[in-house]
């Protein structure tokens, strides 16, 4: 019997992970879940994500069973494909699980293939989550080291489906002969125990433990039916986030919650009708979720990378990131396919928007949101509004100058911030101490950096030392502008680096007039994945109260 699997006999493992567009869904704050988990007695983790992965393994040395969540055509699927167990496997995952139901898989990999090549591989054990009796067998017979109900629900076969059922678990135990974790609805102490009288090998526990969000709810529906009848739904819209290599959509709740997330590819280099085509399935199949859902929509909303000209929802400006994008009126295309009303917003204002809605800039009147990665995007509210701009331009704080004829900038000038504060600029300041790292991949090489740096490596924590310098610079010049009350930083360039913040602060501070009086607030977003989406969201729900009042 393997090692790990001993390990676990009769053991809890802790499901740490976040809905999306929820306000936990953040690598640093699911590490700091799980640290608090084994703490507890937890003898194992799952994850979603190689970023989760790569971010606990630093604390513990207990078992990682690690997934990858992936939605096709609105359907959950965990680890659709080897490269995703493989970006796992590197980033310290023990077992690697996926979606082993018997259902089309639309990324074109059969899950048996996956499993063999997983052993074969990667050397690792492989968990078959699965919706029904049949798959368990057959993904036993496949080869799946463990067996686990974990899609039992999710499935069209399971669908309406609910609670934790333990006839199935004995069932799948007496069938396949395989370990089976009791995995999905095991809600109470009380249900863990059964479970493991039902014959589980151990149990996962995820939302009953680490979702405040949704034992919050629980809480509040009980006193409310206490109260009297349910007030009303709130409204729900549509979110749209277009990006340079995938189209996210959702729907979402007047609180930031996403609900039925679809992803569908940019392919931005096919040109201009490429992206419009993408844009167009992303809304149809968000329409048709919600048609299939129930969820009656109050409008659409779309955050765009470039300068949106809000007024009639076109783009005035854009990078070559998305090819003939120019011009291109998203509102009236948008409009062809329903007759929802449709919002048009610069992705980095609706990031703002996103903040001051639903994250940490609740409760501020003036901020500035900095979203900092392959550039720097902003969003600037005053008194509550987002500045927008003639043009579409406010914010674009990331073409400030901080060096006279300095390094050259993809706009076309010299010594703009973000020639300085980036993905490749951090690349390139590791580089003149690790020369050896110049062979690496740039998205490689910048995860293995900030690796490196959460572990404290001097040359990683030298670089980003750099970048909090330069990126000081810009923080003064925006508090001396504006003197706002707080300035939300976001961005998987910084995530998971505390010290950064701290040291942009210090750095900030010291640059600035009466600067111990007036110390510069930087505060992390608590946007994820959905932060665009959700943006787009706000987008619409800040023109509706606007038209409203």
């Excluded at 993408?278 to 129930?294: E, H, I, P, R, Y």
């Excluded at 994945?529 to 943006?535: D, I, P």
Aim: glycine residues 12%; proline residues 5%.
């Amino acid at each position: 019997m393997n090692s790990i699997l001993t390990s676990l006999r009769y053991k809890l493992i802790v499901s740490c992970q976040a809905a999306p567009g929820d306000p936990m869904e953040d690598t640093e704050t699911l590490r700091r879940v799980a640290r608090s988990a084994v703490m507890g007695g937890a003898s194992g983790i799952r994850l979603n994500s190689p970023e989760d992965v790569r971010a606990v393994r630093f604390d513990t040395s207990l078992p990682i069973i690690a997934i990858q969540k992936s939605y096709a055509g609105g359907e959950l699927r965990i680890t659709p494909d080897f490269a995703s167990a493989q970006a796992l496997a590197d980033a310290g995952a023990s077992i690697i699980a996926l979606d082993c139901t018997d259902r089309v898989h639309p990324y074109g990999e059969p899950w048996r293939d996956i499993v063999r090549r997983i052993h074969e591989e990667l050397g690792l054990l492989v968990m078959a989550d699965i919706a029904t009796l049949r798959d368990g067998v057959l993904a036993a017979e496949g080869g799946a080291d463990i067996v686990a109900p974990t899609l039992h629900g999710y499935t069209e076969e399971t669908k309406g489906t609910f609670g934790f059922h333990p006839e199935l678990v004995t069932a799948l135990a007496r069938e396949t002969g395989k370990p089976i974790i009791a995995e999905g609805n095991v809600s109470t102490p009380q249900l863990a125990r059964i479970a493991l009288e039902a014959g589980a090998w151990c149990v996962v526990v995820g939302s009953a433990i680490t979702r405040p969000g949704s034992i919050t709810a629980g809480f509040v529906e009980a006193i409310r039916s206490f109260a009297g009848p349910a007030p009303a739904p709130p409204h729900h819209v549509v979110g749209i986030d277009i990006g340079g290599t995938a189209i996210k959509s959702g729907i979402v709740g007047m609180d930031g919650t996403v609900r039925l997330p679809q992803e569908v590819p940019t392919r931005a280099s096919e040109g201009r009708d490429s992206i419009a085509r993408g844009l167009t399935v992303a809304l149809q199949n968000t329409l048709d979720a919600a048609t299939q859902a129930g969820v009656e929509l109050a409008g659409i909303g779309v955050a765009s990378a470039g300068a949106i000209d809000s007024g009639n929802g076109s783009v005035f400006a854009a990078t070559e990131n998305l090819p003939g994008w120019v011009g291109f009126d998203i509102r009236q295309h948008l409009r062809s396919i329903s007759q929802l009303p449709v919002y048009v917003e610069n992705d980095a204002q609706s990031a703002a928007l996103a903040e001051l809605r639903f994250g940490t800039a609740r409760g501020l009147s003036n901020f500035v949101a900095l979203t900092i990665g392959t550039g720097i995007g902003g969003g600037i509210v005053i008194d509550g509004r987002l500045v927008r701009g003639t043009h579409g331009f406010a914010g674009t704080l990331g073409h400030q100058t901080i060096r006279f004829d300095g390094r050259p900038c993809n706009c076309g000038r010299r010594g703009c911030l973000e020639a300085y504060v980036s993905t490749a600029a951090l690349i390139e300041e590791y580089r003149q101490l690790e020369p050896s790292a110049s062979a690496d991949q740039p998205a490689d090489l910048v995860r293995t950096i900030a690796d490196r740096s959460i572990a404290g490596d001097s040359n990683a924590r030298h670089a980003y030392s750099q970048l909090a310098m330069y990126l000081a610079e810009g923080v003064a010049n925006i508090c001396n502008l504006l003197d706002p009350e707080a300035i939300v930083l976001s961005g998987g360039l910084i995530k998971g680096q505390p010290a950064f913040l701290q040291e942009v602060q210090q750095h900030a501070q010291s640059l600035l007039h009466s600067g111990a009086r007036r110390p510069p607030r930087l505060i992390h977003a608590a946007a994820g994945r959905y932060a665009g989406v959700q943006g787009a969201a706000a987008t619409v729900f800040d023109q509706l109260t606007t038209t409203k009042s």
